[in-house]
Every structure is written in structure tokens, then in C-alpha cells.
């Protein structure tokens, strides 16, 4: 208490209580004595207040120092009170989300009513193997804790989850057997963890229901021990159940439910196999309608349904059994609404309607008579005086015995389900060697009315709240004891009284067995019992007699007080059924009701009470369950006592079950009743507080003198410490640590701080003198400088000005003269303007008479020729006119001689003569006359009309003249006055005036024009630029689409090749599986598979490469298990003939073809049909590359319209959308597919018609290449026939690993591919294709034989893949070059479609073989490595308790890691593997390595320090040296390492101000919001100038997060079983002939001849 006053110094903060909160934090505000009544408090609100002090112990508590806020081990804190436990939780739980804390040995879990991150297998995997004290607290590490003591220790383990009802203990139970079910599990591949796991949904549906505190809430407590083997795996499992609430099947409390199998039930009524069940809707029954709400939110009973179905299936249960458990749970619906009638005068007796609809399904589904059941519901035996009396009973009595028969059979069927669920995980391969056991089981109870369940379960919290204190003082001593300290014993409460209260001698438990032997005992009698015992006398400390109620009593539990009512116990003690109803029951017709009650005959009791009857019953059904329970509770305490107990406390946070709200009064509550608070009441008793000297020195160095410093550290612990501490009893010294009384580290905390608060105060008194000299003799040097820059800038002032007023002068001098000389300018320039204007003006007029006479002297020539030339024109005319007359006249002259001689006949006839000649020349003659004739006419009309126009022409320059002399001849030649002259001067200036205006129009035209043509050429780079842009735009459409097809693509490969490893896995464990069954069936003996049986290319292996595995038709054909237990356990090996009836058959109904059709179909007609499918397949292969030239040609054009779209588009335009084409495409593109898959549906008949008629498709091959010569091809090898057995087994099954790695690369595969190729070129097909075929089995099975060795793996991988590479090569082409290799000639599709995966398979061995060697070390090494000279990388504080760390010699490092990576890459360098195989290999290595370093730093608060982040980042360097020294530092190995090193980063950078925190998101990228927040959270100093990540900070940065780039949801830890697709590089293989390799002698395979 000294101590304590001590530290209640002004500043101190001290705790208080408080009605809501329960305690607030405050701080003093003056030094406390011992005289003061009262303490002085300043509140967080800032008001002050009074705390009153009577006595020492009304102290208020102290607080912690910053230097415990959030610690991960609440023992580990300095005050170890109420107050500090309930803020160190409330702190984790709310401000880090972390809802485990150790406290000691136990572990406390807050339930945050949230789904978390934190339970998948990359956590699992993060957990396994380490060490307890290194990781954060999770259920995991108690787990791992207690398997790791087992198999160290060969002991057996128990982890004990206890808690209220919705804290979450079934679902810690779940994720710890999920636990052991993955660590204890994984490498056998056995379905034992399966068993275990499925085994929760089961016993979920029947023992758990909604409660108002819990919607999942267990109502049986269990206790599940999960066997192991001597390696460590799960063998088995046992389950044993505690008090199973059966009241609950036929009552509810408001918004409660029944167990939830019935509502799953009657929401699968509508299922066909569930019709017959006659189920309604859960409001429609009695048993189910009575809590109001019958749906859980967020909850499908459909889908839980299915679930508890498939555990039942997985567990072993037959549907025809799991259809009986259902049909006997809803018979027990059904009974709830069975119809009981009172009758009689007073209602003493009952009776039940004939017709109920009720009784007639309950019978029906349990297999018994209505009416039988019926009568004995309402009736009873007895037996009086040896005579056989049947006695009707009341109604009440009747429901009663309803309802007791309901919970019975309820009882019984659980009863028989654990124990078919203990059948099913029982041990099969032996016994266990160990065990861990897990206990579920319900915590400390009180409600506002409490009844004998409540009773039982608050027993069972007191015992094994006992059992806990005696536990944790046990350790207490130990540690004690390891140390060698000298310890006095510490006093702890013992519940020792109030355990004998409830089960010593006349204790509650034995007055209620007696009181239920009296025949008229009752409840009153048996409280009243209670009374005279307990109170009488000196009465019982634990026991009370409430004030109001002579029903009720009292007990003070350990946890609280609690106040039972008495009514009810007898009859839930007795638990009576009438032996009348259980006798029918037996005579079910039903097997599973029969057995439910017939087991129970050799039990020691019947339905954990008594069969109530007439006779006297015997002894050992009379065992109440009371006395039961009692029996089962000690065997449960021998159990745990027998092992060693693990903790865990569930701690339910609010009553809301709100996420992540934290009640104070509710968990208070909680944590006293759990026994939290006890724990921490033991270790404060004793010394709480331990460091190791290492720990101590490196954090109180600072408090020793410089002398003290040097020498060993614990000598110099040993020595300062008692001046630091003058109360010896405060500390004690032991082996390797210091041990502190509560409260002595905070006070050393204390003294730290003083310490380096005067260090810093002298500091900064140095500093601040040394600043204020720098101040002083800057403000001198100010000054000065400040004068000399003020005279300069005098000085230079005055010069300034003289220069002013001297230019001042020089430019008015020259202004003068510039105004005079302008002025002479001007006047001399008007003058010679004025002249010029005269001068011109005369000019000009003088100018204008000269051109008016010669216009008038043109005119009158003009006009007289035209006189002239018209007068010669009429003369003319009228000669020609006299002319024509005169001529005229002459001719009618003529024409009348002519026709007077006309009238003769000799002259007609003289005339005629040669007139046909004459009239042909006079035609030609009058045709060439009238062509001149209009061609004359038309040149005469064309001068006319030239005449006429030049006439209008000249007429109109007559007129014009005329009106111009006219107009001159009208107006005087004089003088013009000096009005006009000045009138022609205006104009003129007007018109020079407009002349300026139009140039300086014109110019600005020209400007507009510079400026649009500027304009034009700016549009024109703006639209080619935005044309630019667009085609970027559609490129990077483009670009995404093609990203995110690869993306897609990449996915699609990765699932393929995780079904592949899926695939080989199951393989693997069915393999497991058969040899477990051969062990179980009792095979005596070694049965082995001839080596060369499978590789017989008739019988088929289980790797066998043929693909009716994927044909329809594969049960034609014989397993490949049937064929090896033919060709093995039969003493002369036959190969089995299948008939052609057989397979016709099956492949008629598998292609639903009638058998009527087809009963004419020979083999003859089988293989014309086969030649129409194979010519069908041909056509339809030349249609499909038809299609496909097309589909690409328009593939082609539609790229092209693309660019030209893309290239055309305007500026307003947008960008077509590339989704759009590619639909287009893909519409294109339906029917090559449609017609593809038509052709993929004929292959599976091919397939088949090969199989069936081998004969007839090798003769028709054989016959086809016949016609061919075989082709002569030189440096091949001949392997006989009988030899190929051989080829295979000494080439690869059996060869030496020595021998195998000193090997050529590829050399087998080159030998094989060789061998295969001369069989087919001598035209044994048959040979070929099953050496071929043989080779690949021998190869998976080689690669099955080293499946840790990582040389011979890389070896295989090669040959696999050079075969696979030589067969795609060769595979038959539809045309071939004779310049191209030579193709074989039988089909390689299967083989090279087995070697694809089998690659795939050899590339994952290889990768899983270097991550286990590397698991084990790897974190270690990178977090933790070599240390750095002159870094110091001390840990931070283990856990409590924890034994500090022995230093290993051989500790891993770095180098380790480089070490494991150098044999896989010499190993693949030396098989010669592609460079591109190689970097991805390591690429997914890196990942690898980055994701377990970086989820073991998420865990570690040791490593969360600025030391280890220097050490850590040295280590990656190192790392990415080796790549990057190899080539192998890829841009995804690269990426793979971000994360860590972002996170290293963030451990070195500063976390202080929001400036810091906006640096700190814009770094750590890769990370995710919650793990940035882990890294701070985790964060602890390890040296004097570093400080823990304050509260405030971490709140900055989340809310910097919500809006940044780190909002999506991720997991907290990286999946390091994450595997990136492989690719394999398509490289052309070497050309391989049997003279270029070099064949050793040690293969033994001489016998093969080159060709």
C-alpha cells in the first residue's frame, strides 16, 4: 500500500467507478498523502471531481503505463486489477479488432457477431509449427499448443471452451477440430477428419437451438476426444455428451425454438422422399409454435437440411436409416399434437378420439398400433395383492405422459445417433497412441427463474471452475520452482464447501435422491429438508433462504448468487415414463424403434431415470439423473485430470449481438463468472510481472550508472536492481528471470521516465543556449548588413536624381525642337499638297476636252462609212434585182421552145437517148447543189446576224455620243468657282478617305484571313490529335479486351490445373484408401503387381491413356481394377474376351437405339457404317476448315472496317465499342462452333467402333497403309516385341537415381520416341501405340516414386515434356510436305493429351517439394536470420510464463532459403528446362516465400519493430540479388515481393503526424487496409528512441483508408497456396536420331538395334 501511495503523484491516472461504464479513467491533479480524506480528480469530460478515501483499500486503482495499452497477455500488464483487464480488452476488442487475449493460460475470445478473415487455411498453415509465445492470440495457437505438447510430451491434451450461451464457444470448438483436422490430416489423406468435421452439423441439428441469448445455441454439453497415431495423425474420435436439455422437445420460452432437426424437417416437407412424413409448417405443431418466431434471420433450414443429410451420408448413415431417424422425429411432432380429452365427473379420467389424425401418423410413422398407444396414454398398470389392475388417469397426467414419452424417445434417438457418430469415427488402423480432448461445455447460468437444468449446469461450472484454480496455482508452483525462487503459499478462493454443498453427504443432491425414493415425496418436502439442514445451527455459508418464498433457495456460486425454484425437481430428477408405452415401442414394426428401446435393457437405466410401473422396480432403475449427471461429472473431472488443460473463455460483448459493440457491465459480468478475474487474483498474489535479464537490462539501462553497464548481465541486474527497488520483497531474482510484485514495473516505468525526462531537460537546456547563441549572432550580422544596404540605397537615391534633372533638361531641349521642325514640316507639306491638288486639277480638265474632240471626230467617221457602205448596198441590190428579171424572162422563152418540141415523138425518143445516165449525173449534181446550197444559206444567216448585231452595237454608241455632245455643247467652257473647286476637293479627301478606309479594310481582311487560315491549321492538328487519341482509345480497348481474355484465360488454366492437382490428390488418397480396406479385411500376405502387367498394351492400367474414361460407353469395358485383380490373383493369367453381344448392347442403350432395329447388324454392317462415320468425319473436318478460313477471313475485314472506322471518326464522334465487335464475332462465330461440337459428339463413336472392332479398324489401317511403301528413314531403333517390357522397366520404372541424373536431358523420351517411330514406320501400329501408351504410364508412375526428390523430378518433367514436344510434332497432319517431318500414322491425340497434364502434374511436385523443404525454416529465417553488427534486434517480451528461447547453433538463415533455391534451380539448369518454365517456377516460389514471411509479420508482435524491418528488408535483398544474379527476377517475381517489402517499409517510416500517414498509404500500395492496420497495431519499441503507434494515428489512417485505393475487402493473410498458371513455351524439340546419343551401358538396354 506504500508503493501504491507512492505512485499517486499529481498526473497519475487512476481508475473509478462508474454506474454505466463500470470504470472511467481520470487523473490527479495533486499529490495524494496518507493524511488526505479524499482525492482530487480531473474526469475525461474535464470536470473536476472529489474521490473520498476512508480507508487505505478506497483507493482508487492505478492505471497502466502507454507502455501496456493493448497488451496481447493480460498477465503481463504491471497493475493487474478489474479496471485494467476491462480496458486492455475493450482497447483490443475495439480499437484493433482482436478478439482473443491470452490472460495466463487461458485465452478469452469477445465474440464479434461477425464473419472475420481469420480462420481459413493460409492462417492454419501461418499457426502451424510455431511457437505459442511468438504469435498474436487465436484459437489456433491453443490448438497448435496442445498438438505440439502431445507429440513432444506423449501426453494427452484437453482444451476446456466454457461461456454463456451465444459467446461462441460451438463455433471455437468447430475451428478447433477444423484444426487438428487439417494439421492431424492432411498428409494421410484419409477420411477420418472428414468424419470429424462432418460430425458438428449433425449434432448441431439435434442438441442445438435459438435461445433469446443465441440463435445457435448448444443445450448439451460435449466432450469429443480426437485420436492420433504416432506420426501425429487423426485415427479416430470419440464423443461423450453431458445433460441434454430434454424439456425443450415439448416446451419453448417466447422467441425461443425447438431443436433445430424439426424446423429443417418442415421446410423440406415438399421433397418427394419427405412427403410421406405428412409434415406441415412448424406453426402447425404443438412442439414447434410455441416460442412465436419459428425463423432464424439470415438462415435457410433447407440448406441446413441438405447439409445434415450429407454428414449423415459422409458418417456412413444409409438413406433408408436417416429416413427411419426422420420418420421417428416426426412422429414426435406428430405426438405434440395428439388430442388428449378430459372426461368423468371430476376429470379423473382421459380419453383420446378414435379418428385423431394426429395418433393415426404417430403410429404409422413408429410402426405400433393406434389403438394400443392410444389406451396406455391414457391408462396405467398396477399391480395390487398379485391382481393386475388397469387405471384410468387424468387428463393432466395424460399430457403429461405425452410429453415424458416425447422427450424418451427424443432421448433415445440422440443417444443412438452419438453413439452411430462414435462408430462411424472409431479407429480403424489401431489404437490411439494419444488424444486431444475438446469440451463444449455450457457456462455459468442464471435467469430470473431457475430450475433443475440451471442447477446442474452451475454444478458443473463449479467443478470445473475448481479444477481450473487448482490448475492455474499448479503452474504458479512450477514456475516457481523452476526458478529456485524461496515462495510462500498462495492463498486462493477454494469452492471446495460449496461443491460438498451441492454432492457431500446429505448434500442437495443426496436429499433430492431421497426425497424422490418417498412415495409421497414432493418439491415443498424436499426444500423444507433443505431448511432443517442448511440453516439450523450454524448453517451453511453457501446456502440462504430467500426473504419471500418458502419454494426457493439460495446459493452463492463462485460467480454470483443464485435462486433456485424448488418446484420442478422431483419430477426432472426422476424423469418417469410409464414402462406400458415403452413396451409398445418395442414391438415396433419399425427396426431402428425397436433397437432405440431395446438397448436400453442393458443399460443401467432407462432414459436417465426410472420406467415407472406396478411392480417393484429393480434397483438400477432407480438411478435419478441427479445421481447421473454426478457419476458422468466425475468421470469428466478424472478425464481432465488425467490431462493437460488448455483454456478458453468466451465472452459474449453485448446482449444485442450487435458487431463489434462492447457492453462493460456485461462482460465484467462475464469475466467474474468465467474465472478471469481469479486468474488474475492468483498471479497478483505472487509475481505477476517477469522479465529475463536480457529484457530488463535493455529496457532499464538507462536507470544504471555508466560503471554498472559493462559486465555480465545478470551480475549487473543483480546488483541495481536493490537501488532501484529498496523493498526487497518487491522483486526476487531467479535462473534466467526477474520476478515483480504487482505494480514494481510501473514504477520502474516511473523512474524510466524521470530519468529521461531530466536527460531530456538538460538536453534541451544546451540546446536552447546553443540556439540563442546562433540567434545572437545572426541578429548582429543582421544589423550590420541592414545599415550598409540603407546607406547604399541613400547614396544611390541621390545619384538617381542628379541623372533625373540632367535628363530632365536634355529632353525638353529636344522636345522644342521636335515641335518646331514638326510645324515647319506641316506647313511645307500643305503647301506642295495644295500645288499639287491645282496643278492636277487643270491637268486633268485640259485632258478631258482633248478626248471629247477625238470621241466626236471618231464618231463622224463612224457614221459617214456607214452611209457610204449602206448606199453601195442598195445599188446593189437592185442591179441584182434587174438582173434576175431579165433572166426570168429568158428562160419562159425557152420553157416554151422546149415544150413545144417536147410534143414530138422522134425528139422524145432522140432526147431520151442516154437519159438514165444524164438523170443519175443530174441527180449527183442536184444533191451536191443543194448540200452547197444550205451550207451557203447557213453562213448567209450567220453574217446577218453578225450584221445585225454590230449594227444594234454601233446605234447604241451613236446615242451615247450624241447625248455626250449634247451635253457638252449645252454647258460653257469657263472657269470654275472656288466653291466647286473647294466642293471637288472634299471629295476627293472623301474619296482618299474611303481609299484608307478600304486598305485598312483590306488589310484587316488579309488579318482575318492569317488568323482563320491560323484557325484552319490549328483545327486541323486538333482534329488529326483527337483522331490520335482515338485510335489510342480503340487500341486500349483493345489492349483490355485482349488483357482481360487473358486474364480469363489464365483463370480457366489455373482451375484446369487445380482439378488436376485435385485429381492426383483423390488419386492418391483412393490408393491410401485401398491399402487401409486390403489392412482392415485382414490380407495376408503381400499382394504385388507384376511390373510388366501394366504396361501390357491389352490391359488397361489405372493411368491407362485410352479416353473411354471420357466416353460414354465405359461400362463396356472392363475397370482397370478388374483387370489387375484378374491378371494377379489368378493362377494362370487369361485375357478376357468381352463379346460383341455385350458391347453392341450397352452401346445401343447408351445411344437409345431399339434392339428391333438393330437385330440384323452384324460386324460386316458395323464396319460399313464405321467407313460412312469416318467419311462423315471427314467431310465435316473440311467444312469446319472451310468455315474456320472464312470465320478468319472476316475476322480479317472486320479488323480492317475497325482501323478505317477508328481513323474516320470527327471530333464529336465517340469510339465504337470494341464489346460490340467482338459480339459480332462472336455471332460469327456460332455456327463453326455448333458444327465443331457435332464433330466432337462423332469422336466418342469412333472411339468406340475402335474399341469394340480392333480387328476390323487395324485391318482397315493396315490394308490403307499397305498401299503406301513404308518410308526408309534412317537413324531410328528396333525394339522386338518380346524386348518392349524390358525397354520400360530399365529405361524407366526401375533405373537408379544415380544413373538417372547423370543422364543426357531427355535421353529416355529420345530412346522411346525413337522406338515408337521405327514401329510405325514399319507399319505395326498396334506396337507403337501401346509402347507408346506404356511409356506414359511408366512415366506417372516413375514420377509417383520420387515424390521428394527434387533431381529426379526436374528429370522426369523434362522427358515429359520433350516427349510431349516429339509427339505433337509427328502427330498425323491432314496434308503432308515432304519437306516437313515425317508425321505417324496412328492417332496421338490421347498421349499427347495425358503428357499435357501429366507436365502439369510433374511441375507441381516439383514446386510442392521445394515449399515443404522450405516451410519449415522459412519464416524463421527471413524474420529472424543472422543478426546485423551494430543493429540490435532484441524481441520484444514474451508471453507470462513463457520460457525464454534457447539460441540454436545451427539457427536458419537466409542462406538456408538461398540454398533450397539453388538445388532446384542446378536441378532444372541440368535437365536444360526452359528459361520461361524456370521463371515461372520461381516466380511462384517468390510468392511463396513472400506470403509466409509476411503472415508470419502479421502475427508476430516480436518482429513489428524498426530493427527487424532493417534486418528483414537486408534479407529480402539478398534474396532478389540471387534472382536477379540468376535472371530470374521477373516483373512477377518482383510483384510477389512487394507486399513484404512494402510492409518492411512500413515499419521504418515515420508514424506520427497525418503527413506521415498520407506518406504511408501512398507507399504500401500493396497492402490491404486491414493489414496496414495490423503492422501498427503490432507494432512495439525496442529501443529508447522509439515510441509504440499511437491510437489517434491508427484512426487517421483508417479513415484515410475508406477513400483510397485500399477500401476493397481482402484477407488479412496472403493464400500461400495460391498457384499462378503454368504455360508451357511451345519450342520446336531437337532433331533426335539414334546416332547422336550416347547410350551408357548402365541402362541396359543393348538389345536395341539402330536403324
Not at 437385330?1159 to 467431310?1179: F, G, P, S, T
Request: with cysteine; net charge neutral; glycine share 4%.
Amino acid at each position: 500500500m506504500l508503493m501504491a501511495d507512492n505512485q499517486l503523484v499529481k498526473g497519475a491516472s487512476v481508475w473509478i467507478p462508474d454506474p454505466d461504464a463500470v470504470w472511467v479513467s481520470a487523473q490527479l491533479l495533486q499529490d495524494y498523502t496518507c493524511d488526505d480524506k479524499h482525492v482530487l480528480l480531473q474526469l475525461n469530460g474535464g470536470e473536476e471531481a472529489r474521490y473520498p478515501v476512508v480507508a487505505h483499500s478506497d483507493l482508487p486503482p492505478l492505471a497502466n503505463p502507454d507502455i501496456s495499452e493493448g497488451e496481447s497477455d493480460l498477465t503481463a500488464l504491471s497493475f493487474l486489477h478489474e479496471p485494467a483487464i476491462l480496458h486492455n480488452l475493450r482497447v483490443r476488442f475495439l480499437d484493433y479488432n482482436s478478439i482473443y487475449t491470452y490472460c495466463g493460460i487461458v485465452l478469452v475470445a469477445i465474440n464479434p457477431y461477425d464473419q472475420l478473415p481469420i480462420y481459413g487455411e493460409e492462417v492454419i498453415d501461418a499457426y502451424s509449427g510455431q511457437d505459442m509465445a511468438d504469435m498474436e492470440p487465436h484459437i489456433f495457437s491453443v490448438a497448435e499448443d496442445a498438438y505440439r505438447t502431445m507429440m513432444r510430451e506423449e501426453k494427452n491434451q484437453s482444451i476446456i471452451i466454457s461461456g454463456e450461451s451465444g459467446s461462441g464457444k460451438t463455433v471455437s470448438a468447430k475451428f478447433t477440430m477444423r484444426y487438428f483436422a487439417v494439421v492431424g490430416g492432411a498428409a494421410q489423406q484419409t477420411s477420418v477428419e472428414d468424419k470429424v468435421l462432418a460430425s458438428n452439423p449433425i449434432m448441431e441439428a439435434i442438441g442445438n437451438a435459438k435461445t433469446t441469448r443465441n440463435d445457435n445455441s448448444s443445450r448439451f454439453g460435449k466432450y469429443i476426444q480426437i485420436g492420433f497415431s504416432r506420426k501425429g495423425a487423426i485415427i479416430g474420435a470419440n464423443m461423450s455428451t453431458y445433460l441434454l436439455e430434454k424439456s425443450r422437445v415439448v416446451f419453448q420460452a417466447p422467441a425461443e425454438r425447438n431443436y433445430h432437426i424439426f424446423y429443417q424437417l418442415c421446410a423440406s416437407r415438399q421433397l418427394p422422399e419427405m412427403r410421406s412424413l405428412k409434415l406441415a409448417t412448424p406453426e402447425h405443431f404443438r412442439y414447434t409454435n410455441q416460442g412465436g418466431d419459428v425463423h432464424i434471420p439470415c438462415t435457410d433450414d433447407v440448406t441446413e437440411m441438405e447439409r445434415t443429410r450429407n454428414a449423415f451420408s459422409i458418417l456412413g448413415v444409409l438413406p433408408e436409416q436417416q429416413m427411419e431417424l426422420f420418420r421417428i422425429l416426426a412422429a414426435v411432432l406428430h405426438l405434440g399434437n395428439v388430442n388428449i380429452q378430459a372426461s368423468g365427473r371430476s376429470s379423473e379420467r382421459s380419453d383420446i378420439d378414435a379418428e385423431d389424425i394426429s395418433l393415426a401418423i404417430f403410429s404409422k410413422l413408429l410402426g405400433v398400433e393406434a389403438a394400443v398407444m392410444g389406451h396406455w396414454l391414457c391408462h396405467r398398470r398396477l399391480i395390487l395383492g398379485g391382481e393386475t389392475v388397469v387405471k384410468p388417469i387424468s387428463g393432466q397426467q395424460a399430457i403429461e405422459a405425452r410429453d415424458a414419452l416425447a422427450k424418451h424417445i427424443y432421448e433415445q434417438m440422440f443417444k443412438w445417433t452419438v453413439h452411430r457418430l462414435n462408430a462411424a469415427l472409431r479407429s480403424h488402423s489401431g489404437r490411439a497412441r494419444s488424444f486431444i480432448g475438446v469440451l463444449d461445455i455450457y457456462g455459468f447460468e442464471t435467469f430470473e427463474r431457475n430450475s433443475f437444468e440451471q442447477f446442474c449446469i452451475n454444478y458443473a461450472n463449479e467443478k470445473l471452475q475448481q479444477q481450473f484454480n487448482r490448475h492455474v496455482f499448479h503452474l504458479e508452483q512450477e514456475e516457481y520452482e523452476h526458478e529456485e525462487l524461496t515462495w510462500s503459499r498462495i492463498e486462493f478462493s477454494d469452492n471446495q464447501e460449496c461443491i460438498l454443498l451441492i454432492e457431500g453427504q446429505l448434500g442437495l443432491l443426496d436429499l433430492l435422491d431421497e426425497e424422490c425414493r418417498m412415495p409421497k415425496g414432493s418439491d415443498d418436502s424436499w426444500v423444507q429438508k433443505l431448511y432443517d439442514k442448511h440453516l439450523t445451527g450454524r448453517g451453511h455459508p453457501h446456502f440462504r433462504k430467500p426473504r419471500m418464498s418458502n419454494s426457493a433457495f439460495i446459493i452463492l456460486h463462485f460467480a454470483d448468487m443464485v435462486q433456485y425454484e424448488g418446484g420442478g425437481f422431483l419430477d426432472k430428477n426422476r424423469d418417469t415414463i410409464f414402462e406400458e408405452l415403452v413396451n409398445v415401442l418395442k414391438a415396433s414394426q419399425s427396426e431402428l424403434v425397436a433397437e432405440l428401446f431395446q438397448q436400453q435393457e442393458n443399460k443401467p437405466s432407462v432414459a436417465n431415470g426410472s420406467v415407472r410401473s406396478g411392480r417393484r422396480a429393480h434397483r438400477e432403475h432407480k438411478l435419478t439423473v441427479g445421481f447421473q449427471f454426478r457419476q458422468s461429472l466425475q468421470l469428466l473431472m478424472d478425464m481432465l485430470n488425467s490431462t493437460t488443460p488448455h483454456y478458453v473463455r468466451c465472452i459474449k460483448p453485448n446482449d444485442l449481438k450487435e458487431p463489434f459493440m462492447f457492453d462493460p457491465k456485461r462482460t465484467v459480468q462475464q469475466l467474474r463468472a468465467c474465472g478471469v478475474l481469479e486468474t488474475i487474483r492468483i498471479s497478483a498474489a505472487g509475481f505477476p510481472s517477469r522479465w529475463t535479464y536480457e529484457e530488463f537490462f535493455f529496457r532499464y539501462h538507462v536507470l544504471l550508472r555508466q560503471s554498472q553497464c559493462s559486465g555480465e548481465v545478470q551480475l549487473v541486474c543483480r546488483q541495481a536492481l536493490p537501488q532501484l527497488i529498496p523493498d526487497p520483497d518487491q522483486f526476487v531474482f531467479g535462473k534466467t528471470k526477474v520476478f515483480f510484485r504487482a505494480g514494481q514495473v510501473a514504477l520502474l516505468e516511473r523512474l524510466r521516465a524521470e530519468r529521461l525526462r531530466m536527460a531530456a531537460v538538460v538536453l534541451q537546456s544546451w540546446v536552447r543556449g546553443w540556439l540563442a547563441r546562433i540567434h545572437y549572432t545572426r541578429t548582429i550580422w543582421a544589423t550590420i548588413t541592414i545599415q550598409r544596404y540603407c546607406r547604399g540605397a541613400l547614396a544611390r537615391r541621390l545619384a538617381l536624381t542628379l541623372r533625373y534633372t540632367k535628363a530632365a533638361l536634355v529632353i525638353q531641349k529636344t522636345y522644342r525642337m521636335l515641335v518646331a521642325r514638326n510645324m515647319f514640316h506641316l506647313i511645307r507639306q500643305a503647301t506642295i499638297t495644295i500645288q499639287a491638288f491645282i496643278r492636277g486639277t487643270l491637268t486633268r480638265r485640259k485632258h478631258r476636252l482633248l478626248v471629247a474632240e477625238r470621241a466626236a471626230s471618231l464618231l463622224q467617221a463612224r457614221v459617214r462609212g456607214w452611209l457610204a457602205r449602206r448606199a453601195f448596198t442598195r445599188f446593189r441590190a437592185a442591179v441584182v434585182f434587174a438582173q434576175c428579171c431579165v433572166r426570168r424572162r429568158a428562160a419562159k422563152r425557152e420553157l416554151m421552145k422546149l415544150k413545144t418540141e417536147a410534143r414530138s415523138v422522134e425528139r422524145y425518143r432522140e432526147l431520151t437517148k442516154g437519159m438514165e445516165v444524164k438523170l443519175m449525173q443530174l441527180q449527183m449534181k442536184a444533191d451536191q447543189v443543194a448540200r452547197e446550197n444550205a451550207s451557203l444559206r447557213e453562213s448567209l444567216r450567220t453574217e446577218r446576224e453578225a450584221a445585225a448585231n454590230e449594227l444594234c452595237a454601233l446605234r447604241a454608241t451613236i446615242q451615247k455620243l450624241e447625248e455626250h455632245q449634247k451635253h457638252f455643247t449645252a454647258r460653257p467652257v469657263s472657269i470654275m468657282s472656288e466653291e466647286e473647286e473647294q466642293e471637288r476637293s472634299r471629295a476627293e479627301e472623301k474619296a482618299v478617305q474611303e481609299l484608307l478606309q478600304l486598305t485598312q479594310q483590306v488589310e484587316a481582311l488579309q488579318r482575318e484571313k492569317a488568323s482563320l487560315t491560323t484557325e484552319r491549321d490549328h483545327l486541323s492538328a486538333c482534329l488529326l490529335q483527337q483522331e490520335q487519341a482515338q485510335e489510342a482509345l480503340v487500341q486500349q480497348a483493345v489492349s483490355h479486351a485482349t488483357a482481360a481474355v487473358r486474364v480469363e484465360l489464365d483463370e480457366e488454366r489455373r482451375k484446369h490445373q487445380g482439378l488436376l492437382r485435385e485429381f492426383t490428390r483423390l488419386e492418391q488418397r483412393y490408393d491410401n484408401l485401398r491399402e487401409m480396406s486390403q489392412l482392415t479385411q485382414g490380407i495376408k500376405g503381400h499382394r504385388r503387381t507384376d511390373s510388366t502387367q501394366s504396361l501390357d498394351p491389352l490391359s488397361p492400367s489405372p493411368q491407362s491413356l485410352t479416353p473411354l474414361t471420357l466416353s460414354p460407353f465405359t461400362s463396356a469395358f472392363p475397370s482397370p481394377e478388374e483387370v489387375r485383380r484378374v491378371s494377379v490373383t489368378s493362377p494362370i493369367p487369361e485375357t478376357r474376351v468381352w463379346s460383341l453381344e455385350t458391347s453392341m448392347d450397352q452401346l445401343m442403350d447408351m445411344m437409345d437405339v431399339t434392339k428391333e432395329a438393330a437385330v440384323k447388324l452384324n460386324q460386316e454392317d458395323l464396319a460399313h457404317a464405321y467407313d460412312a462415320v469416318r467419311v462423315a468425319n471427314k467431310i465435316l473436318e473440311s467444312q469446319l476448315q472451310s468455315q474456320r478460313s472464312q470465320w478468319e477471313q472476316e475476322v480479317a475485314m472486320l479488323k480492317c472496317q475497325l482501323s478505317q472506322t477508328s481513323i474516320g471518326l470527327s471530333a464529336h464522334q465517340q469510339v465504337p465499342p470494341f464489346w460490340a465487335l467482338q459480339e459480332a464475332r462472336e455471332q460469327e462465330c456460332v455456327r463453326p462452333r455448333k458444327e465443331l461440337k457435332e464433330l466432337r459428339n462423332t469422336v466418342p463413336i469412333r472411339r468406340f467402333l475402335t474399341q469394340v472392332f480392333p480387328s476390323t479398324f487395324l485391318a482397315e489401317s493396315s490394308s490403307s497403309f499397305s498401299q503406301q511403301k513404308a518410308t526408309s528413314t534412317t537413324g531410328l531403333l528396333e525394339c522386338k516385341k518380346r524386348d518392349e517390357n524390358k525397354l520400360i522397366k530399365n529405361l524407366i520404372t526401375d533405373i537408379r537415381t544415380d544413373i538417372a541424373v547423370s543422364l543426357s536431358p531427355g535421353l529416355p523420351a529420345s530412346v522411346v520416341f525413337l522406338c515408337v517411330r521405327q514401329a510405325d514406320c514399319r507399319g505395326d501400329q498396334t506396337s507403337a501405340y501401346s509402347l507408346c501408351r506404356a511409356a506414359v504410364t511408366a512415366m506417372k508412375t516413375a514420377l509417383k516414386k520420387h515424390t521428394n526428390d527434387v533431381s529426379m523430378t526436374a528429370m522426369w518433367l523434362k522427358n515429359i515434356c520433350l516427349f510431349h514436344d516429339l509427339l505433337s510434332q509427328h502427330a498425323p497432319k491432314q496434308t503432308n510436305d515432304p519437306e516437313e517431318v515425317q508425321p505417324l500414322h496412328f492417332d496421338l491425340s490421347d498421349s499427347i493429351r495425358t503428357l499435357s497434364d501429366l507436365r502439369i502434374q510433374a511441375y507441381q511436385q516439383l514446386i510442392a517439394i521445394t515449399e515443404t523443404r522450405l516451410q519449415n525454416f522459412l519464416a524463421t529465417a527471413l524474420l529472424e536470420g543472422e543478426d546485423v553488427p551494430g543493429l540490435t534486434t532484441v524481441g520484444s517480451r514474451k508471453r507470462a510464463g513463457s520460457a525464454p528461447r534457447a539460441a540454436k547453433a545451427d539457427a536458419p538463415t537466409v542462406a538456408s532459403v538461398l540454398r533450397e533455391l539453388g538445388v532446384l534451380h542446378a536441378a532444372m539448369s541440368h535437365q536444360a528446362l526452359h528459361p520461361a518454365l524456370m521463371q515461372q517456377a520461381f516466380h511462384q516460389l517468390t510468392h511463396f516465400i513472400s506470403a509466409s514471411a509476411l503472415n508470419s509479420l502479421l502475427l508476430r508482435k516480436d518482429v513489428c519493430c524498426c530493427s527487424r524491418g532493417i534486418l528483414i528488408r537486408l534479407n529480402v535483398s539478398q534474396l532478389e540479388e540471387w534472382l536477379r544474379s540468376r535472371g530470374l527476377q521477373t516483373e512477377g517475381a518482383a510483384a510477389s515481393m512487394e507486399p513484404l517489402i512494402q510492409a518492411v517499409q512500413l515499419l521504418q517510416v515515420g508514424k506520427r503526424t497525418e503527413e506521415d500517414a498520407a506518406a504511408l498509404l501512398q507507399t504500401c500500395t500493396a497492402l490491404s487496409s486491414q493489414q496496414i492496420v495490423r503492422i501498427l497495431s503490432n507494432y512495439t519499441p525496442h529501443g529508447d528512441f522509439d515510441e509504440k503507434v499511437s491510437l489517434n494515428f491508427i484512426r487517421t489512417v483508417q479513415g484515410l483508408l475508406k477513400g483510397g485505393e485500399h477500401t476493397q475487402y481482402r484477407q488479412l493473410l496472403l493464400d500461400i497456396k495460391w498457384e499462378f498458371p503454368v504455360t508451357f513455351p511451345d519450342a520446336t524439340p531437337p532433331v533426335v536420331r539414334a546416332d547422336m546419343l550416347v547410350i551408357p551401358d548402365s541402362l541396359k538396354i543393348a538389345f536395341l538395334r539402330r536403324v
